[in-house]
């Protein structure tokens, strides 16, 4: 049996990267996808031949197991003429894709009888699953503020989508010359304002999905998957942690000496009442909990910090800075007794 170069089935080289791979599967699926040329056995063929090569190209195991094996792959598994294992032949075609698989006998040399990416257990595929593939996956950045982060809401997106073209069917060509209606592209852009729910508690790079909004599929195959990959900008007050939050209260110095209530705002707009005890320090800590961000995959919030910032009095009165003295007096005296 004839070893499969796949590289060149894709027109590729052997250091092609996942992304080249799958531009180059696409534009020749496009190309010879039966749906575009019926009754082309040649055709037919040819896009097989391609699945099978992006079939294991696109799959980083069945990549590295191919390439570790080379075009020896045969002295390699140990084959040796009339040693009891199977022989492999072609019948009717370059390659034989009658299997219950789909794919050639090279390819079940090589990596068994398994089903495509994707494919559950025991999965039979027919010939006319290799006419479907799920279109691309797409991902759009998106900044939210944390007030957004921490209340959620909706966003409306300007996305750009593309559609197979219905002149061409994404040949790009018709009677041989480009296509007029897509520019020889195959495909046709199309702008879609979509409105999409920004849950509560998301972060940096917190991914959501929005299903059927991707790229469209080959030969029916269903569309691939949106997905809003979210960035939090910093916040001027609020510094976040994880699922806490941090913000510095300014209290006077008469309630930090004596005690009191001081309010607290919060990213909803609410504002809690911080009971300040005497004598507190500059820079203590109050842990408010479960008044922080919401917990994206679980139930509930994190904790929320207020840390005291004393503030000084400024502009001082006769009378005030009188009663500083006697206090800067008394405490001398209390040192010194």
């Given amino acids: 049996m004839d070893y499969k170069d796949y590289y060149?089935?894709?027109?590729?080289?052997?250091?092609?990267?996942?992304?080249?791979?799958?531009?180059?599967?696409?534009?020749?699926?496009?190309?010879?996808?039966?749906?575009?040329?019926?009754?082309?056995?040649?055709?037919?063929?040819?896009?097989?031949e391609i699945n099978e090569a992006y079939e294991v190209l696109s799959d980083p195991d069945k990549r590295r197991k191919y390439d570790t094996l080379g075009p020896n792959w045969q002295e390699q598994f140990g084959f040796q003429p009339g040693a009891g294992r199977r022989s492999y032949s072609y019948r009717g075609s370059p390659m034989d894709f009658d299997t219950p698989t789909g794919f050639s006998d090279f390819f079940e040399a090589l990596f068994g009888r398994s089903a495509p990416q994707g494919a559950g257990p025991g999965t039979r595929t027919s010939r006319n699953d290799f006419r479907r593939r799920a279109g691309d996956n797409i991902e759009q950045p998106v900044e939210v503020t944390l007030q957004e982060a921490y209340v959620g809401g909706t966003r409306t997106f300007n996305i750009q989508s593309t559609e197979v073209c219905p002149i061409?069917?994404?040949?790009?060509?018709v009677g041989g010359k480009a296509c007029a209606n897509?520019?020889?592209?195959?495909?046709?852009?199309?702008?879609?304002?979509?409105?999409?729910k920004i849950p509560a508690g998301v972060e940096n790079g917190s991914r959501i999905r929005v299903a059927g909004?991707?790229?469209?599929?080959?030969?029916?195959?269903?569309?691939?998957?949106?997905?809003?990959?979210?960035?939090?900008?910093?916040?001027?007050?609020?510094?976040r942690k994880g699922d806490d939050l941090y913000l510095d209260i300014d209290v006077d110095l008469v309630t930090a000496m004596l005690g009191g209530e001081v309010p607290v705002p919060i990213l909803d707009g609410r504002k809690l009442v911080l009971t300040i005890p005497p004598e507190t320090q500059n820079g203590r800590m109050f842990r408010l909990a479960n008044k922080g961000m919401p917990r994206l995959h679980g139930d509930g919030h994190g904790n929320f910090f207020a840390r005291v910032k004393v503030?000084?009095?400024?502009?001082?009165?006769?009378?005030?800075?009188?009663?500083?003295?006697?206090?800067?007096?008394?405490?001398?005296?209390?040192?010194?007794?």
Avoid: W
């Fill in 311 to 337: 503030v000084l009095p400024m502009r001082l009165t006769n009378e005030e800075r009188g009663l500083f003295e006697q206090l800067a007096r008394s405490r001398r005296t209390e040192v010194h007794s």
């Fill in 182 to 196: 897509c520019g020889g592209q195959g495909m046709l852009a199309r702008n879609k304002r979509i409105q999409v």
């Fill in 8 to 48: 060149k089935v894709l027109g590729v080289s052997k250091g092609a990267s996942a992304d080249d791979i799958k531009k180059a599967f696409r534009k020749l699926a496009r190309k010879y996808h039966p749906d575009v040329n019926p009754g082309d056995r040649k055709a037919e063929e040819k896009f097989k």
């Fill in 213 to 239: 909004e991707g790229q469209p599929g080959i030969g029916g195959g269903p569309r691939g998957d949106l997905f809003l990959v979210i960035s939090v900008k910093p916040d001027a007050v609020y510094e």
């Fill in 168 to 173: 061409c069917r994404g040949t790009g060509e």
